[in-house]
């Protein structure tokens, strides 16, 4: 990503009001002081439309051939169909069945075929790995990763690999227990939901 392109994705969050300062806990559990809220910009579709171009630049420049775009319920279905739609390819989503990231069934074509993921903010990486699992299962051969913001700046990789974003940057996150926002006695605020426990 160039820098134009790194602001262009900035002033998009923060126009939708969708960076968050505060005390907040995360999907994984920790605790940070930045949240971002993709709901935000998921309920204003042309922001969303603009962000997702930059995407699926983003995925076009790495020139990779893969029949279906993946997204995990919930949050980054949005983002990965609008994404599937401009890239000409087809959509399916993973969702928690038991626990357990899963397909439901009525994917016609996903077993066997080749696959880029998308995600919406990569904190641990734990959502998009329960992704890949789900995929391996089905025998789809994972051509990239993509995520909008990459909380870690490009410290997880997943299958030994970076991530593709349009922002990464280093966003402290805490466990619980060692959180100074909690030692100072910031309210806490649990933003947003997902199934995951």
Do not use: N
């Amino acid at each position: 990503m160039t820098q134009s392109s790194t602001d262009q994705v900035t002033a998009l969050f923060k126009d939708c009001q969708a960076l968050l300062q505060g005390h907040f806990q995360l999907t994984s559990g920790k605790h940070s002081e930045w949240y971002f809220e993709k709901i935000r910009l998921i309920e204003r579709p042309r922001a969303l439309d603009r962000i997702v171009d930059l995407l699926i630049e983003r995925i076009k420049a790495d020139g990779r051939e893969f029949d279906y775009v993946v997204s995990p319920a919930y949050g980054a279905i949005a983002i990965g169909f609008l994404a599937a739609l401009k890239l000409g390819k087809k959509f399916a989503f993973t969702q928690r069945v038991e626990d357990k990231m899963a397909f439901r069934s009525g994917w016609s074509e996903v077993d066997g075929s080749r696959a880029v993921i998308v995600e919406d903010i990569l904190t641990t990486g734990g959502s998009v790995q329960e992704v890949v699992a789900s995929l391996k299962e089905k025998s789809v051969s994972i051509q990239g990763i993509y995520v909008l913001v990459d909380r870690t700046a490009g410290a997880v990789l997943i299958e030994g690999k970076p991530v593709g974003s349009l922002l990464a940057l280093k966003v402290e996150a805490f466990e619980p227990e060692s959180c100074p926002l909690c030692r100072a006695g910031v309210p806490l605020v649990k933003p947003g939901a997902s199934d995951k426990k």
